[in-house]
Every structure is written in structure tokens, then in C-alpha cells.
Nanobody, 116 residues
Framework: QVQLVESGGGLVQVGAALRLSCAASKSIITLKFMGWYRQAPGNQRELVAQISAGGTTNYAGSVKGRATISRDNAKNTINLQVNRLRPEDTAVYYC??????????WGQGTQVTVSS
């Protein structure tokens, strides 16, 4: 089993940047999937960014060019940097991983609020 704890959310102004971090309870080297999702009130949860075991990244169109997902194998963290934040980026951001058996795990989420 993998426990995930997100951090780094908060209240920021339009145009600011945030770095979210997801700390895993065990090594992330063997994980098959690592990603960040977000869910705004009244909306479905959507994929923001993902990074594969091989390091291939993929981004939602809404954050492409503004977001960077990365992994730190030494610290067992999956990070998401989002620049030039917009009010529509306001959401609860969740970390999601899948282990070697493709079992999925979620963190508890961290709130990001972008104020105009």
C-alpha cells in the first residue's frame, strides 16, 4: 500500500506560482503511473499532469506551458509546479499513483485558491 500526502497549496494572487509536492510512503521507483488531478466545485476531477515510470510527461491543455511535473526518486516525491496561475486553476489538487500491479492510490488533496 502507498500513502500519499500532498502539500504546497494555498491562497495566491493571479499570476503567482505554486509548487505542490506529493510525498509517498515508499519508493516511487517502481510506480507505473504518477499524476496530479484537480477538482473544482461542481466539476469532475480532471487530470492536470502525469509522468510515466520512464519520465514521459503529459499535460492538460489548460496548463500546458505553465505547469511542470517532476519526480524526485531520492525523496519519494512527485512535484507539480504551476506558473502564471489563473482563477480557473482554483481547485483541490490530488496526487494519484499506480503501483506495479496498477493499483491506484490517492492523496487527501490540497486546496489551491487563486484570487483576482
Amino acid at each position: 500500500q502507498v500513502q500519499l500526502v500532498e502539500s504546497g497549496g494555498g491562497l495566491v494572487q493571479v499570476g503567482a506560482a505554486l509548487r505542490l509536492s506529493c510525498a509517498a510512503s515508499k519508493s516511487i521507483i517502481t510506480l507505473k503511473f504518477m499524476g496530479w488531478y484537480r477538482q473544482a466545485p461542481g466539476n469532475q476531477r480532471e487530470l492536470v499532469a502525469q509522468i510515466s515510470a520512464g519520465g514521459t510527461t503529459n499535460y492538460a491543455g489548460s496548463v500546458k506551458g505553465r505547469a511542470t511535473i517532476s519526480r524526485d526518486n531520492a525523496k519519494n516525491t512527485i512535484n507539480l509546479q504551476v506558473n502564471r496561475l489563473r482563477p480557473e486553476d482554483t481547485a483541490v489538487y490530488y496526487c494519484n499513483v499506480a503501483d506495479s500491479s496498477w493499483r491506484a492510490y490517492w492523496g487527501q488533496g490540497t486546496q489551491v485558491t487563486v484570487s483576482s
